[in-house]
């Protein structure tokens, strides 16, 4: 939900309960411009598996959170070239696109009100595991839900 706010993105998660503490789900993202914002990638599909950390005998999915995801991501980095260069020439603008495969962790809270809408709060990072430019991403966002 934040990406709408901060740039012409949207992502959309679906997650299933495997018991109170457990869940399990698949989150996707899609970015209509990357010329704006703080990502790279043009989409992003990453199911993922949920802990939540709560240590009432009923938690129902709720509070702190660590995840457990998988992603693949296809985006496109700028960077300069600098090989062969003297030290203060910035070299030659590069656009590379990319696909890749990446693993990360992400730690969040969600608060549940009675009428089961959802906030979320989280931050993390995915690491690509093939060869590219970018080696890393950041996962950080705001998610309003309704469980059903």
């Known amino acids: 939900m ?3 706010l901060v740039m012409p993105a949207i992502g959309i998660t679906y997650e ?4 109170d503490h457990s869940s399990y789900g698949i989150y996707g993202f899609v970015n209509f411009d990357t010329d704006t914002g703080y990502r790279y990638e043009k989409f992003e599909l990453a199911p993922f598996y949920r802990i ?9 999915n709720k509070g702190f959170y660590a995840e457990l995801f998988a992603g693949i991501n296809g985006g496109e980095a700028e960077f300069y070239d600098y090989y062969d260069r003297p030290i203060f020439d ?3 603008l590069i656009s590379q696109e990319y696909i890749g495969v990446s693993l990360g962790l992400d730690l969040g809270y969600k608060f549940v009100n009675y009428n089961n809408y959802s906030v979320e709060v989280f931050a993390g990072a995915g690491r690509f ?11 950080v966002g705001v998610s309003i839900g309704k469980r059903f």
Request: aromatic share 14%.
């Open 16 to 19: 299933r309960f495997i018991n």
């Open 2 to 4: 934040l990406e709408l």
């Open 129 to 139: 595991l093939n060869e590219q430019y970018i080696d890393a991403y950041p996962r």
């Open 52 to 60: 939540y950390l709560q240590s009432k005998k009923n938690a129902s």
């Open 90 to 92: 910035r070299g030659s």
